[in-house]
């Protein structure tokens, strides 16, 4: 998401805010800016577009010991000069990553109050906020007081013309990290925004500030309890830094899900089983009206809407059909009037799904997309929108994006099913408490990784690979299948169980790999019967379920047990390990993870 850099020291800091903002890069923005203390006035540059369309608006011999920067991944309004970072409120400027749920509410009051909004940012509400309270309180106290009041994740560093040498930070639920070197700090989002020149870091808690200085640094919690840290040192190289640790964005992506499908829930649905309208524009009202809804897309985002198909259908009763973007926009389609167009796409720009989407409104039905980029072609050009928060996807083989999308299908499903009154609000709210609860069962099965490499050892010279389920867990297949196949290049086919005995069946022979995708319920016995069928011609079966029912555990090879949720989320969940698989794989066979063969992230052209 945005990226983060804070300075305060001797030297000049612009220069150093500049660098690590340019060191930033690789997570991907929209626009760019700064603010420094100068003369006792605050001076902020920022504009869209690249860190050196930023560096351009620097008037030479600028000059300041402390400054903050910020690169700007849109979450809330799309990319644009008012929307950058950073944002003022009288004697402060402020910069933040992350999303603030009760914006709204709090946009308003302050509204109410005579604050003037100058962009459409959740950000401008938090520097407002603490504005407000520093007429009366100390710059400290104010932090504190206005950071009790908001709701969601964030990250913020900001400075004040009236207390010009100290910077102040707090996270809560988005990641700061203080880098501590002789007479000067840093504060940063990541790691390799200061790593050139300090080494020594601090990670900072939920919930706690910091107050920086040349001098050194002190941190409290937001009940102003000092608290004592260990300050540890980065032995990563630059490469390292950018991907956390990790040694491929692909993986770094995958251990982001949690993060990002937390991101996703945040704000769009009560505890209590509502659905949040706001944000994405398509109200009860409009619901109502849907006869069929025509779910487009290309790829591993054509996996979600299959994924979606079966969670619309179910929860909602309405007639629901998946076409692949290239397919359908060749299509005589007859729609009817009450018809709703969704069209599916991390990046918003790939050129077929736009395509798709023009042809539908042409036609004259509505329109609305899943979409990860903010201000992107096809979220611009929908009626209604629905933005996923995965945050930049780098890799790729898309991850966390595709079980984002998987879950606004299932807050979209929700939505339909209780304004239509398929649903009771007892069971919405029980369907909210799963999804609540999803980004900790991703991270659970984030604890398979080293039984997912143990198993990858004996299949990874394999040619060829089935991958079968069934029901909701059929698209599931196609998904895992796709991921191998694109990141190690070795052929894999993603089939539904039930018609493998109308061809694929031909393939198996000794040691075959197959992987099964199979939840508890009613097909359960029927996978069973298709695993044997594999076993009786002596395949080697490789099992992900959320049951350990005796007998699947004897018929399967390896079975990768894991606590599932309910049959809508359990997709997201069995998606994990297949994306681990595949990833072990390709690192086995030596092949370029994050930027496999022939392939482009995002498709522009036909
Ligand atoms: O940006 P989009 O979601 O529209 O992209 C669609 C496909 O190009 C994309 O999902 C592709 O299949 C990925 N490489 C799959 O990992």
Request: aromatic share 8%; glycine share 6%.
């Amino acid at each position: 998401m945005c990226g983060i850099i804070g300075y305060i020291g001797n030297k000049n800091a612009i220069n150093i805010i500049l660098e690590g903002l340019k060191k930033l890069e690789y997570r991907g923005y929209d626009s760019a800016g700064l603010a420094f203390v100068n003369d006792s006035q605050i001076e902020i540059v920022k504009c869209k577009g690249k860190i050196s369309n930023l560096e351009s608006l620097i008037k030479p011999a600028t000059f300041s010991t402390s400054a903050i920067g910020h690169t700007r991944w849109a979450t809330h309004g799309k990319p644009s000069n008012e929307n950058a970072h950073p944002h003022t409120s009288r004697s402060i400027a402020l910069v933040h990553n992350g999303i603030i749920e009760n914006y709204i509410e709090l946009k308003k009051e302050l509204e109410a109050e005579g604050y003037k909004f100058n962009s459409e940012t959740d950000t401008e509400v938090i520097a407002h906020l603490i504005g407000k309270y520093r007429k009366e309180l100390s710059l400290v106290d104010a932090v504190r007081k206005a950071c009790l009041r908001l709701r969601g994740s964030y990250a913020i560093v900001l400075i004040d013309r009236n207390e010009p040498d100290m910077l102040i930070g707090v996270r809560m639920e988005s990641p700061l990290v203080i880098g501590v070197s002789d007479e000067e700090r840093f504060i940063a989002s990541d790691i390799p925004a200061f790593l050139n020149y300090c080494r020594n870091v601090v990670f900072l808690e939920d919930g706690e500030m910091v107050l920086l200085s040349k001098e050194g640094f002190k941190i409290y919690n937001l009940n102003g309890e000092e608290k004592e840290k260990k300050v540890h040192t980065i032995a990563w190289t630059p490469s390292m830094a950018e991907k956390d640790g990790f040694k491929h964005y692909m993986l770094k992506e995958i251990y982001e899900q949690p993060r990002a499908i937390a991101d996703t829930i945040r704000g769009r649905v009560l505890s209590d089983g509502e659905v949040v309208y706001e944000e994405w524009g398509l109200m009860p009202q409009d619901m109502k009206e849907f006869e069929r809804l025509y779910l487009v897309a290309c790829g591993t985002s054509y996996h979600a809407c299959l994924i979606g198909k079966y969670m619309i259908e179910e929860m909602c009763e309405i007639p629901v059909e998946v076409d692949i973007a290239s397919e359908f926009r060749y299509r005589k389609v007859p729609f009817g009037k009450n018809s709703l167009f969704v069209a599916v796409t991390q990046s918003g720009e790939t050129a077929d799904t736009l395509a798709a989407l023009r042809y539908a409104k042409k036609s004259g039905i509505k329109t609305l997309s899943i979409c990860n980029v903010i201000g992107s072609t096809v979220s611009r050009e929908s009626d209604y929108i629905f933005y996923t928060r995965s945050g930049p996807e780098i890799g790729v083989a898309s991850t966390k994006a595709f079980t984002s999308q998987v879950v606004a299908f299932y807050i979209l499903s929700l939505a339909l099913a209780l304004s239509r009154g398929k649903i009771s609000k007892e069971m919405a709210q029980d369907l909210v408490i799963d999804l609540m609860a999803l980004p900790r069962k991703i991270e659970d099965t984030l604890k398979l990784d080293a039984d997912i490499q143990t198993i990858v050892k004996e299949v990874y010279r394999k040619p060829n690979f089935l991958y079968l389920g069934r029901g909701i867990n059929y698209p599931v297949a196609l998904e895992g299948a796709l991921k191998l196949k694109e990141i190690s290049y070795i052929h894999a086919e993603g089939y539904a169980a039930g018609e493998m005995k109308h061809g694929p069946i031909a393939l198996i022979e000794e040691n075959f790999p197959v992987v099964f995708i199979t939840s508890h319920g009613s097909l359960l016995e029927k996978t069973i019967s298709n695993i044997q069928e594999i076993k009786a011609r002596d395949g080697f079966v490789i099992t992900i379920t959320d049951t350990n029912k005796g007998l699947l555990n004897r018929l399967s090879d390896k079975l990768l047990y894991i606590e599932g949720s309910n049959p809508y989320l359990n997709p997201v969940i069995f998606t994990v390990p297949l994306q681990l698989f595949a990833y072990y794989i390709a690192v086995l066979r030596g092949c370029d993870v994050d930027q496999p063969r022939n392939l482009a992230k995002s498709v522009t052209v036909e």
